[in-house]
């Protein structure tokens, strides 16, 4: 196996300048590429493929890295990425972090076609319609990958993908699940309904409670919950493309949940009565 290349001393090798464009949208989506920074992430974009190809194609650590995470480095050039040893000069260069932690990875894009998510017959789906946080993006995609749901769509309206604040917060969940990005929310709904699937809007002036509605059974088909703006929620528009409007009961004296918080409670309580005799998954599937 070939050597390591060289320590990169210069934040200004071309190789780093292509690296560090990445930070910035219009770049990202010339190059149909981003960033994923950390152990976590690197070691899961490292055992991905996108269609064959293997997901991360270049990879940039430190000598303390390298040494500290041999596995991940052996796994990037197993992967057939270029791997470099670099400078903590370049790291930061590179690094859209306060703090890096010593790996930074070139990725291709992995964002899956909606006609594809539907054809999967997803029984558990998140929307993100008009969410503009990256963070909060990356989390939600987190939680609806930890509660098992199939596919994560994102509208026109929403934020990018692959910003690198989203990839950080999803830690490493971009590589787990499929994403659809830039599907207008219209044609999200109609797709997932013609495909059998239950369309419910997350909204704290829901007409109907998330608790009633676990209680009644009415949760255990697939389901696809659309969530919306941080700060305004979703508009009326959007609420009257739902089959229901379900709010999150608020049992104390918290004014509200934020978006991230809400779609936790709101996927786990589908992925349960899913999971539940009656529902639509067996209760011993994993």
Not at 11 to 34: E, I, Q, T, Y
Not at 53 to 73: G, W
Not at 84 to 106: F, N, R, Y
Not at 139 to 148: F, H, Q, S
Request: glycine share 10%; hydrophobic share 45%; net charge negative.
């Amino acid at each position: 196996m070939a050597p390591l290349s060289p320590e990169l001393i210069s934040p200004r090798s071309a190789r780093v300048s292509a690296a560090r464009r990445l930070g910035k949208r219009n770049f990202r989506g010339k190059d149909r590429l981003f960033l994923a920074e950390g152990p976590q992430a690197v070691r899961e974009a490292a055992g991905h493929r996108v269609d064959g190809a293997p997901t991360l194609v270049e990879l940039f650590a430190t000598v303390e890295a390298a040494e500290r995470y041999a596995d991940i480095i052996g796994a990037a050039r197993d992967a057939g990425a270029r791997v470099h040893l670099a400078s903590e000069e370049v790291i930061a260069d590179i690094s859209t972090t306060v703090t890096p932690q010593g790996l930074v990875g070139v990725c291709r894009f992995l964002d899956t076609p909606f006609e594809d998510i539907l054809a999967a017959r997803p029984r558990l789906v998140a929307v993100l319609a008009h969410v503009r946080d990256p963070g909060n993006a990356g989390t939600v995609l987190r939680c609806a990958d930890a509660a098992g749901a199939e596919a994560v769509i994102l509208t026109d309206a929403s934020v990018d993908l692959y910003n690198p604040k989203a990839v950080r917060a999803s830690v490493g969940s971009h590589f787990h699940l499929p994403v659809a990005v830039g599907v207008p929310v219209e044609r999200a709904v109609a797709g997932l309904k013609a495909a059998g699937v239950r369309i419910l809007a997350a909204d704290g002036a829901g007409d109907r409670d998330l608790d009633e509605e676990l209680d009644k059974g009415a949760m255990g088909g697939p389901s696809a919950w659309v969530f919306g703006n941080e700060a305004w929620g979703l508009p009326e528009e959007t609420r009257a493309l739902a089959d229901a409007v379900v709010r999150v009961p608020i049992h104390g004296k918290a004014e509200s949940l934020n978006l991230a918080t809400a779609a936790a409670v709101c996927l786990y309580a589908s992925a349960r009565a899913q999971r539940a005799s009656g529902g639509c998954r067996s209760v011993t599937e994993s």
